[in-house]
């Protein structure tokens, strides 16, 4: 089985190096491996080309070194040069993210092959239109959000006025309950937001500071992990 059909979104962080507070990327993907993250994307808009090749290798081989290559998906966000590059020289990248501006889907699952992930950004305008008429035949899951406004991407959640759109719990409730693919939800994700997350119907969250900056980022992923299994638990002994 590829990791393209056993994909596990419902812990993922998306780390760059501009988002670990002065700390190595791969330290804080070895803790949220540790701490049972199962999805991991590489996104920076500062790192040149190579310097993101590097990151992709450093991160592929702390997933090899865990035993999880086969289970923890590792993408990359946007660069479709920088996956085919790392693939050149040897490294285990399982996919790519793309947003609604960057490379089409269709494009990356041609270069990319059938057994890789493509992730994409769901629409914020017209959401609820999109995500029912959308085109998911190349796609695996969708990303969503934000759940509130954050600085780690403050374009995320602009509408095509450039106002700010968040996105309620009812909201992605009603998200995960018309999408034909996958959603996992992020954007300003805290600890306190997991159980009303979980309850949504969504299949995972992702997080980007509320681990890498925070002052134990494996205690912090090891807390949402542990939290989204509990209230996925009690979801399922409820019904």
């Given at each position: 089985?590829?990791?393209?059909?056993?994909?596990?979104?419902?812990?993922?962080?998306?780390?760059?190096?501009?988002?670990?507070?002065?700390?190595?990327?791969?330290?804080?993907i070895?803790?949220?491996?540790?701490?049972?993250?199962?999805?991991?994307?590489?996104?920076?808009?500062?790192?040149?080309?190579?310097?993101?090749?590097?990151?992709t290798?450093?991160?592929?081989?702390?997933?090899?070194?865990?035993?999880k290559?086969?289970?923890?998906?590792?993408?990359?966000?946007?660069?479709l040069?920088?996956?085919?590059?790392?693939?050149?020289?040897g490294?285990?990248?399982?996919?790519?993210h793309?947003?609604?501006?960057d490379i089409?889907?269709?494009?990356c699952r041609?270069?990319?092959?059938?057994?890789?992930?493509?992730?994409?950004?769901?629409?914020?305008?017209?959401l609820?239109?999109?995500?029912?008429?959308?085109?998911v035949?190349?796609?695996d899951?969708?990303?969503a959000?934000?759940?509130?406004?954050?600085?780690?991407?403050?374009?995320?959640?602009?509408?095509?006025?450039?106002k700010?759109v968040?996105?309620?719990?009812?909201?992605i409730?009603?998200?995960?309950?018309?999408?034909?693919?996958?959603?996992?939800?992020g954007?300003g994700?805290k600890l306190?937001?997991?159980?009303?997350?979980?309850?949504?119907?969504?299949?995972?969250?992702f997080?980007?500071?509320?681990?890498s900056?925070?002052?134990?980022?494996?205690?912090?992923?090891?807390?949402?992990?542990?939290?989204?299994?509990?209230s996925?638990?009690?979801?399922?002994?409820?019904?």
């Amino acid at each position: 089985m590829s990791i393209r059909e056993k994909l596990d979104i419902s812990a993922y962080l998306v780390v760059g190096p501009e988002n670990t507070a002065g700390r190595p990327v791969v330290t804080i993907i070895n803790d949220a491996l540790e701490a049972g993250f199962t999805c991991v994307q590489i996104r920076s808009k500062v790192a040149s080309a190579r310097e993101m090749i590097e990151l992709t290798r450093q991160a592929s081989e702390v997933i090899a070194q865990a035993g999880k290559s086969d289970d923890v998906a590792l993408l990359v966000d946007d660069r479709l040069d920088v996956i085919l590059a790392a693939r050149k020289q040897g490294i285990k990248v399982d996919g790519i993210h793309v947003g609604q501006s960057d490379i089409p889907v269709e494009v990356c699952r041609e270069y990319l092959g059938e057994d890789s992930i493509v992730g994409l950004s769901a629409r914020t305008y017209e959401l609820f239109e999109y995500i029912q008429t959308a085109d998911v035949t190349q796609v695996d899951y969708f990303g969503a959000g934000p759940l509130h406004e954050t600085q780690t991407k403050p374009d995320c959640g602009l509408d095509r006025d450039g106002k700010m759109v968040t996105r309620s719990f009812a909201d992605i409730s009603k998200l995960a309950e018309l999408s034909p693919i996958p959603v996992v939800v992020g954007g300003g994700v805290k600890l306190v937001d997991i159980l009303p997350l979980a309850q949504t119907g969504v299949h995972g969250f992702f997080v980007v500071t509320a681990v890498s900056e925070a002052d134990n980022p494996k205690l912090a992923a090891a807390d949402l992990v542990k939290a989204w299994k509990l209230s996925k638990h009690k979801d399922t002994t409820e019904k």
